[in-house]
T-cell receptor, first 117, second 113 residues
């Protein structure tokens, strides 16, 4: 039972292409996130959605567009891929603080390694 | 975003020793401080977390020490084991729905047998 699942795990593509990464969580969490981990392992927030509503939109190029069809799914679409987009992208989810029966904390997926050539 | 500063960048500890990783934050609005552990090829996993109402939290071999006035917190791993070899991240955020965790830059821990 994978709590936060991302697909694909690996993505190799050419510059200029458009690609999508999918994320699903089965934890019943209200909030989902996209993080980018660079080659130095630094984790940086990109977006967060709370109940399908965009809450955080960091200074990310508008080539990146998140979409949340329902609160269990958060997809990331990237247009016109560039070499600098190569990184590991993590999806995560979290419950509301003090949600009964749910310990607070982010649950991360296993990541999607994107390589742009 | 306020930065969370983490040190050291890397750490080598003998099996059975104590591993200590330190973090400092700037934003006094932060009131949730978790530590995450990441193994190669995996996503970060929550290890232990603390809120500012306590100065210390212990779970098994892992302890967080928190100093609110100094805006610092640290992770202590007692009796370090080779299986603890991983990258550790401290983080900070507001304790409310939808807020983002701000991560430190990570510490790569190697425990030698």
């Amino acid at each position: 039972d994978t709590a936060v699942s991302q697909t694909p795990k690996y993505l190799v593509t050419q510059m200029g292409n458009d690609k999508s990464i999918k994320c699903e969580q089965n934890l019943g969490h209200d909030t989902m996130y996209w993080y980018k981990q660079d080659s130095k392992k630094f984790l940086k927030i990109m977006f967060s959605y709370n109940n399908k509503e965009l809450i955080i939109n960091e200074t990310v190029p508008n080539r990146f567009s998140p979409k949340s069809p329902d609160k269990a799914h958060l997809n990331l679409h990237i247009n016109s891929l560039e070499l600098g987009d190569s990184a590991v992208y993590f999806c995560a989810s979290s419950p509301r603080p003090k949600d009964r029966g749910l310990p607070y904390g982010y649950t991360f997926g296993s990541g999607t390694r994107l390589t742009v050539v | 975003q306020q930065q969370v500063k983490q040190s050291p960048q890397s750490l080598i500890v003998q099996k059975g020793g104590i591993s200590i990783i330190n973090c400092a934050y700037e934003n006094t609005a932060f009131d949730y401080f978790p530590w995450y552990q990441q193994f190669p090829g995996k996503g970060p996993a929550l290890l232990i977390a603390i809120r500012p109402d306590v100065s210390e939290k212990k779970e098994g071999r892992f302890t967080i020490s928190f100093n609110k006035s100094a805006k610092q917190f640290s992770l202590h791993i007692m009796d370090s084991q080779p299986g603890d070899s991983a990258t550790y991240f401290c983080a900070a955020s507001r304790y409310r729905a939808g807020t983002a965790l701000i991560f430190g830059k990570g510490t790569t821990l190697s425990v030698s047998s």
